[in-house]
């Protein structure tokens, strides 16, 4: 049986491009691999990518010179989380109060880790997780 | 500056967990970490944490003992990718054909790399991505 390594890409959906790309470009300090008018791609610790479409902009099959692409979308706040080192914890959160981004919320796991919940300009759900939280994190 | 390691959890919304789970752990073989009446947690390749969530069921904030986790949901054909080995591709071709999941689309990139697209049960597009598609990966 082969095996799946990773979750290589997470997509989020926005309604303004370039507010969501200021946001995770500046204040989350992601290095952006590719943008475009239909969605940009930050690098994430050199082990994932996320990817940002602008709503409406995917639904249809993208044909390119190597393929098709085919179509999606997204609706609603969505989730996804980052992991990030407990060592690094004050640090972000120094770093969220500093770019002026509320902390909804924190939980403190039964293994010991800690996630802070934040939200992105959409209102996408975005979580900081340090290890502690899955039997296999 | 703090730094995001990776994307640790991806999400995707469904209308039958059951058929979901059963897409998730028998098709594509993923351990599982965590079931509940409202959610499934899958481990992908000890790396990263696939969950898939009743849509509709978590739309609001849950108190849990060590805090509380904003609420979520989400709509639409969503995408998401699994990092898989080039090798390990045509087994993967095989897999999906034994499992009689279709096939939507392969995608070939400049880098060299080979994606291959699929639908999971709920239209979600699936991709399964060897390296040699971004600058990073």
């Known amino acids: 049986m082969p095996t799946l390594h990773s ?11 370039g507010r969501s790309r200021a946001f995770y470009a500046e ?7 590719l943008e475009n008018q239909r969605m940009c791609a930050f690098d ?5 990518v996320l990817l940002l479409f602008l709503r409406g902009g995917s639904t249809q099959d993208m044909p390119t010179p ?4 085919p179509g999606h979308d997204g609706y609603g706040p969505l989730h996804m989380a ?18 002026r981004i509320p902390i909804a919320s924190r939980v403190t796991w039964p293994r010991g880790g800690t996630s802070v919940y934040f939200h992105d300009p959409d209102g ?10 899955w039997a296999t994190y």
């Open 27 to 33: 204040d989350l300090e992601l290095p952006l691999l």
């Open 82 to 99: 980052f992991a990030i080192s407990a060592e690094d914890l004050p640090a972000w959160e120094q770093r969220l109060r500093e770019r």
């Open 44 to 48: 994430v610790g050199g082990q994932s």
């Open 66 to 69: 190597g393929g098709t692409i």
């Open 7 to 17: 979750v290589l890409e997470t997509a989020l959906y926005v309604d303004d491009l």
């Open 124 to 133: 996408h759900v975005l979580e900081l997780a340090t290890p502690g939280l």
